[in-house]
């Protein structure tokens, strides 16, 4: 089993319309999880960190399930700039402090008016 | 804001050539990283340190080598520059913080190999 996997979409969504993306990961001891959104040929930028059952801002909720080892990023009221690639990103080891993190390969979300 | 900088946007080499990427962050994290990502392949960590003068092994190391002298400062090498390393490489740095820390990257290079 893959360490994290992600539906790779895409997703194709009218303007105004909620979205949610689920990720699931192999590692049962990870305890803090992130979403990064990248843009097309622009590097990946943090976009929520989730470290307890959830986390929002927004119109983004982000969810953490760990009995089920899986995240959803949820969007509400899509704008056209939300069109993306959502990568889901867990810790390798629990608390370690060497920092690597796995990145899924991402769901892309294009959001049209 | 943190800021790392890679040291070019786009690269053309040839095959044989020693190619040397650089990135710089202005943080002062402990841990770098560099990645490289392809379409359909996603993120694959070639190296990363988590100290000055450190360096592990990611995914992919072959063909590839690194370089930190510095703790702002972290290299890459393409030994003798192939045509299945025509890619984008991303740098990205961490704190060594509590529990884990999200990665913050740079803008990216995008290398290709004639």
């Known amino acids: 089993r893959k360490e994290v996997e992600q539906d790779p979409g895409p997703f194709n969504v009218p303007e105004g319309a909620t979205v949610a993306f689920n990720c699931t990961y192999s590692?049962?001891?990870?305890?803090?999880f992130f979403w990064y959104r990248q843009d097309c040929r622009k590097e990946p930028k943090l976009l929520m960190s989730?470290?307890?059952s959830g986390n929002e801002d927004g119109r983004f909720t982000a969810q953490l399930n760990r009995a089920s080892q899986y995240i959803s990023l949820l969007i509400r009221d899509s704008k056209l700039s939300d069109s993306a690639t959502y990568l889901c990103?867990?810790?390798?080891?629990?608390?370690?402090?060497?920092?690597?993190?796995?990145f899924g390969r991402g769901t892309q979300l294009t959001v049209w008016p | 804001d943190v800021k790392v900088t890679q040291s070019s946007r786009y690269l053309v080499k040839r095959t044989g050539e020693k190619v040397f990427l650089e990135c710089v962050q202005d943080?002062?994290?402990?841990?770098m990283f560099w990645y490289r990502q392809d379409p359909g392949l996603g993120l694959r960590l070639i190296y990363f340190?988590?100290?000055?003068?450190?360096?592990e092994k990611g995914d992919i190391p072959e063909g590839y080598s690194v370089s930190r002298e510095k703790k702002e400062r972290f290299s890459l090498i393409l030994e003798s520059a192939s045509t299945n390393q025509t890619s984008m490489y991303l740098c990205?740095?961490?704190?060594?913080?509590?529990?884990?820390?999200?990665?913050?990257f740079g803008d990216g290079t995008r290398l290709s190999i004639l």
């Open positions: 989730v470290y307890s």
């Open positions: 990103v867990v810790p390798l080891d629990r608390g370690s402090t060497l920092g690597r993190l796995y």
């Open positions: 340190s988590y100290d000055v003068k450190m360096k």
């Open positions: 590692n049962s001891a990870s305890q803090s």
């Open positions: 943080m002062d994290h402990e841990n």
């Open positions: 990205a740095s961490s704190s060594r913080g509590l529990g884990n820390q999200p990665q913050h």
